[in-house]
């Protein structure tokens, strides 16, 4: 008998060494946009959309388990994974909405949680395997960050804001 059996844990149907790289890869995209909002001293940075990243491909990589877990119980099973990305969605949706300030006529903080938005959606296509998909969604969401940000202040002539 296997004491970790004993004590109850659950054997992966993903091997661990794939889960190991969803997350550290969900983590290290997510610290690209992190760094860009460290860089600009915003509420939010580089832990923020780490943990965000990291949170949302634990949630999506335990699903894919729970997953496979219930579809091979004899008389089968229902396991919607689309229902915990919603929740993943939602959760990071209310942790974005946090850094969004509203006073003196101005709101602040829209990038910001736009940013931590896209940290969640990058640790779910981690945390499903799509690397590819997260690599490009950090690509552009930096070139939105950073390249617009030198439009909006050279090319339209526009004050900087706390973004």
């Known amino acids: 008998m296997n004491?970790?059996?004993?004590?109850?844990?659950?054997?992966?149907?993903?091997?661990?060494?794939?889960?190991?790289?969803?997350?550290l890869l969900a983590a290290l995209f997510a610290?690209?946009?992190?760094?860009?909002?460290?860089?600009?001293a915003r509420g939010a940075g580089l832990r923020t959309h780490m943990l965000t990243a990291l949170g949302a491909a634990l949630f999506t990589v335990i699903t894919f388990e729970i997953f496979h877990e219930v579809r091979g119980i004899e008389g089968g099973g229902s396991v919607d994974p689309i229902r915990i990305?919603?929740?993943?969605?939602?959760?990071?949706?209310?942790?974005a909405a946090g850094?969004?300030?509203?006073?003196?006529?101005?709101?602040q903080g829209l990038t910001t949680g736009a940013g931590i938005w896209i940290a969640g959606a990058i640790g779910v296509a981690c945390g499903s395997g799509y690397y590819v998909i997260?690599?490009?969604?950090?690509?552009?969401?930096?070139?939105?960050?950073v390249v617009l940000r030198w439009f909006e202040r050279d090319a339209l002539d526009t004050k900087p804001n706390a973004d």
Do not use: C, M, Y
């Open 85 to 95: 990305i919603e929740a993943v969605t939602a959760g990071v949706s209310f942790l």
């Open 99 to 107: 850094t969004i300030i509203h006073g003196r006529g101005q709101v």
């Open 31 to 40: 610290a690209a946009i992190g760094f860009e909002r460290e860089l600009k």
């Open 134 to 145: 997260a690599f490009f969604g950090v690509l552009l969401a930096l070139i939105i960050i």
């Open 3 to 23: 004491w970790l059996e004993d004590i109850g844990i659950n054997h992966t149907h993903t091997p661990e060494w794939e889960i190991a790289i969803r997350l």
